[in-house]
Antibody, heavy 120, light 107 residues
Framework: QMQLRESGPGLVKPSETLSLTCTVS????????WNWIRQPPGKGLEWIGY???????KYNPSLESRVTISLDTSKNHFSLRMTSVTAADTAVYYC??????????????WGQGTTVTVSS | DIQMTQLPSSLSASVGDRVTITCRAS??????LNWYQQKPGKAPKLLIY???NLQSGVPSRFSGRGSGTDFTLTISSLQPEDFATYYC?????????FGQGTKVEIK
């Protein structure tokens, strides 16, 4: 059964770069779409973007200027890079697998989430 | 962007009750509407995809209906493990967007 696990620093200073990695186990990353989604404390879910296994990406326009999602098939993981962070980027960050059009692009496998706090 | 509005934002119900949550899209999502359940401190869990398709392993007391801009999630007989927050999400056009959530609490 596929599992996803996020890893990365839990504390990032304002104006610096947030970097997270999602390691996929139990199946190959060479399929599906791979998403990053975040949830600020006490708030709802915000989609950050995805990368298709072919390497194509889509980002939320509200974050696009600061975000890059990349894929490393040799390590079976994908990554999120967000520049110039502020306190508003404090959130639980989830990585997740998104199915194909056959499954209406629903997100069916999620990591446990990792908390990132932006503070000096 | 397609804005998603859920009603109500919270509700209190008893075990055994029938519960319905509504989700409205600001423009058509056709059938690209998904429902998730989230418990405190946990990742969301997919319940329904494509408006009405039950995800594998999800109890049949959960059902979804709708198309276009108006959708519902119904729990036919609320169980103790169903107390959680529920989110709708449109996957018709990027950016994918979520409703603000509906918290189902114990009466």
């Amino acid at each position: 059964q596929m599992q996803l696990r996020e890893s990365g620093p839990g504390l990032v200073k304002p104006s610096e770069t947030l970097s997270l990695t999602c390691t996929v186990s139990g199946d190959s990353i060479n399929n599906y779409y791979w998403n990053w989604i975040r949830q600020p404390p006490g708030k709802g879910l915000e989609w950050i973007g995805y990368i298709h296994y072919t390497g194509s990406t889509k980002y939320n326009p509200s974050l696009e200027s600061r975000v890059t999602i990349s894929l490393d098939t040799s390590k079976n993981h994908f990554s999120l890079r967000m520049t110039s962070v502020t306190a508003a980027d404090t959130a639980v960050y989830y990585c997740a697998r998104q199915g194909t059009v056959h499954y209406y692009y629903s997100t069916d496998v999620w990591g446990q989430g990792t908390t990132v706090t932006v503070s000096s | 962007d397609i804005q998603m509005t859920q009603l109500p934002s919270s509700l209190s119900a008893s075990v055994g009750d029938r519960v319905t949550i509504t989700c409205r899209a600001s423009q058509t999502a056709t059938l690209y509407l998904n429902w998730y359940q989230q418990k405190p401190g946990k990742a969301p869990k997919l319940l329904i995809y494509g408006a009405s398709n039950l995800q594998s392993g999800v109890p049949s007391r959960f059902s979804g209906r709708g198309s276009g801009t108006d959708f519902t999630l119904t729990i036919s007989s609320l169980q103790p493990e169903d107390f959680a927050t529920y989110y709708c999400q449109q996957s018709h056009s990027t950016p994918w967007t979520f409703g603000q959530g509906t918290k189902v609490e114990i009466k």
